[in-house]
């Protein structure tokens, strides 16, 4: 009987398999990596934080029917209860559910980075700092997103690192559950700047607000405002910016000079 390992994780991202020692094939089958998701949160700055978000790895093909279907819609970001069943020292997906679409985007090399996490990283810096963090706010300052600046370690690459799970991003959506006191689906995204020597992993608090979808646009990540302008979403975006009640549907400029509308 195969061992099994059951639990709510995170699918962290979704790749090619590493060719470890060279001599895999010259296409590679895909994986889904998995982070445990734990309803407690843990401080981020804790010795063992990094221990508790160890990655685990789990076959994204090869399945057949109705499991097939349920694991090729899964996203970066998923929140899912899972049973995994290890061959060889392979997991492979006995069962899974999602249970919230959170989404999780990465972009390396990326161009205009915005002002706020610029000016926040220049303070930071200034402060002798590595590491540091801000609330971003929308126009009746109301919070939308918490922004997290990354230093590469020397020899390190921070991107790299949490892309891959080994720098654990949980800890910083945990941090946003626990003061929103919600579990929301958010959505996170994983810039490294071309003209700035920094990572930013940006937790956006409404995963569709305008602020998500402006940040999409911006990066090429996805379905964003122009995917809604049949719809007339940019123009209740533009209304919103007018005095609209709603700080998550207007005009995101705050005290940290973001602006939505502005792309950035």
């Known amino acids: 009987m195969e061992p099994t390992t059951s639990g709510r994780f995170r699918v962290h991202d979704r790749r090619p398999r590493p060719d470890i020692d060279g001599t895999g094939p010259a296409d590679p089958p895909e994986e889904l990596v998995l982070v445990d998701y734990l309803e407690e949160p843990i401080d981020p700055t804790a010795p063992d934080a ?18 097939a279907d349920r694991v090729a819609s899964l996203e970066p970001g998923f929140v899912v209860d899972a049973t995994l069943a290890w061959t060889d020292g392979s997991a492979r997906f006995a069962d899974v559910e999602v249970v919230r679409e959170s989404r999780f985007r990465f972009a390396d090399d990326v161009d205009g980075m915005f002002e706020a996490a610029v000016d ?19 126009n009746d300052g109301e919070p939308n997103g918490a922004l997290y600046l990354f230093a590469d370690a020397p020899g390190s690459d921070a ?24 579990d929301d689906p958010r959505e996170v995204f994983v810039l490294r700047p071309a003209a700035h020597d920094f990572v930013a992993v940006y937790v956006v608090f409404d995963r569709d607000g305008v602020l998500a979808q402006t940040v999409r646009d911006t990066y090429d990540l996805g379905p964003g405002l122009a995917a809604g302008l049949d719809d007339g979403a940019l123009d209740a975006a533009k209304a919103g910016s007018d005095g609209a009640e709603d700080g998550e549907g207007g005009r995101d400029e705050g005290e940290d000079g973001f602006d939505a509308l502005d792309r950035l």
Request: aromatic share 8%; charged share 30%; proline share 5%.
């Open 159 to 182: 991107f790299a690192d949490l892309r891959s799970g080994r720098l654990p991003i949980e800890p910083l959506v945990a941090r946003v559950n626990e003061s929103r006191e919600d």
């Open 50 to 67: 990094g221990d508790r978000f160890d990655p685990l790895y789990a076959a994204a093909e090869g399945y057949e029917g109705d499991m």
């Open 120 to 138: 926040a990283w220049d303070q930071i810096r200034s402060a002798g700092e590595a590491v540091g963090s801000i609330t971003t706010r929308s």
